[in-house]
């Protein structure tokens, strides 16, 4: 697995992706979600990694333990680097997702979701009834994931400073919610440059429509690799 940007390719066919990976000729790093799995399968995957690209198959699983288990020995066939499981789903079944992702492949990374970077303490405390402030709830799930064995964690660049303390450098630190410096907000709100979320301690970031809605793609990648990689 490299150490590129990942590119979120939030697109809904198979047309839009082709037209916007035509446009590379270098390997990349790329995100499918489930807008683009959901609608385009296993298929996508094989046309994506024939292309020699690395993968990462955002779909979040979430579900009692032989369910996400057998999910996993189903996902681990298609050529993928990195996939995603819930933390809340519990240790039992990060457990169970990485033995089924391990039946049929040795190398693909397992990472887990924290709390979603849409999650507010305010929703934390009064719809979850967890009684903490965001940060103890994502070292909680992180630490979770770690004694569960998985490779790392999805969470915002800004907690990625805390988790590097407490769960060391080698633990993956996935972050989306990177902005150079003169683009578009979006709708993120906790948001930090390529060079500060490298600062802060990422291991990777994923980066959508600052590349796929650019008037040039490829001159906006290559930008946010240079200050990624420095
Ligand atoms: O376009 P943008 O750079 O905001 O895209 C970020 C990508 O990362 C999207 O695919 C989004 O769904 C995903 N993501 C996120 N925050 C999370 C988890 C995933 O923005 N906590």
């Not at 990976?21 to 298929?43: A, C, N, W």
């Not at 240790?91 to 979603?116: C, F, P, W, Y």
């Not at 060079?195 to 809605?213: F, Y």
Request: aromatic share 4%; proline share 4%; charged share 25%.
């Amino acid at each position: 697995m490299n150490n590129l940007p990942i590119i979120a390719l939030d697109f809904d066919s198979k047309e839009a992706v082709d037209q916007f990976l035509d446009q590379f000729d270098e390997p990349l790093f790329v995100k499918v979600g489930m807008e683009l799995f959901y609608q385009t399968g296993p298929q996508l995957i094989s046309a994506i990694k024939a292309r020699g690209h690395d993968i990462f198959l955002d779909l979040k699983l979430h579900d009692i333990p032989n369910t996400v288990g057998k999910a996993m020995e189903g996902l681990s066939k298609l050529n993928i680097d990195l996939v995603n499981v819930h933390a809340a789903g519990g240790s039992e079944m990060m457990g169970r997702a990485l033995a089924g992702l391990r039946k049929h492949n040795a190398d693909i990374k397992l990472i887990a979701v924290t709390q979603l970077t849409s999650t507010t303490e305010a929703m934390l405390r009064d719809e979850q009834n967890i009684q903490t402030t965001i940060e103890d709830a994502v070292l909680n799930y992180a630490q979770l994931a770690k004694d569960s064995d998985l490779d790392g964690v999805v969470c915002s660049p800004l907690e990625a400073e805390l988790l590097k303390k407490e769960l060391g450098t080698d633990f993956l630190k996935v972050t989306p919610g990177i902005r150079p410096i003169d683009s578009n907000t979006d709708d993120q709100k906790r948001i930090t440059t390529p060079e500060d979320a490298k600062k802060l301690g990422a291991t990777h970031i994923v980066v959508g429509r600052p590349i796929t809605q650019s008037d040039n793609p490829v001159a906006s990648y290559h930008k946010i690799k240079e200050s990624w990689l420095g």
